[in-house]
């Protein structure tokens, strides 16, 4: 199971981003997936979730990040509107998954509730 994300750049404040992942592999079904962020010198934080029928939102982004999911190619889009200089991180695509590997040969094994991380894609706003 891979996750590939896109979308990270440059702009100016007052700006507007769209971030992207697709999970790829042997995926039986996705639970959640999310976008994670690191600012430098700051730890990890959450930013936005998505499941099958909700979706949660860091105080901080409420009302200017929309995230959305499209099932059927197992992606994540972020769109990030009105972007200020501290939404500036590292931004991490992050999925929830059950998958199978049948990479062995034999009867394949199924995972369930497994966690991948995409690499992170930077997202740089100039004041």
């Known amino acids: 199971v891979q996750l590939q994300a896109s979308g990270g750049g440059l702009v100016q404040a007052g700006g507007s981003l769209r971030l992207s992942c697709a999970a790829s592999?042997?995926?039986?079904?996705?639970?959640?997936m999310g976008w994670y962020r690191q600012a430098p010198g700051k730890e990890r934080e959450l930013v936005a979730i998505?499941?099958?029928?909700?979706?949660m939102y860091a105080d901080s982004v409420k009302g200017q990040f929309t995230i959305s999911r499209d099932n059927a190619k197992n992606t994540v889009t972020l769109q990030m509107n009105s972007l200020k200089a501290e939404d500036t991180a590292v931004y991490y695509c992050?999925?929830?998954?059950?998958?199978?590997?049948?990479?062995?040969?034999?009867?394949?094994?199924?995972?369930?509730?497994?966690?991948?991380w995409g690499k992170g894609t930077q997202v740089t706003v100039s004041s």
């Open positions: 992050n999925a929830n998954l059950n998958y199978y590997d049948d990479s062995t040969g034999m009867r394949p094994e199924r995972y369930y509730g497994m966690d991948y």
């Open positions: 998505i499941t099958t029928d909700s979706t």
């Open positions: 592999g042997t995926i039986i079904s996705i639970n959640g």
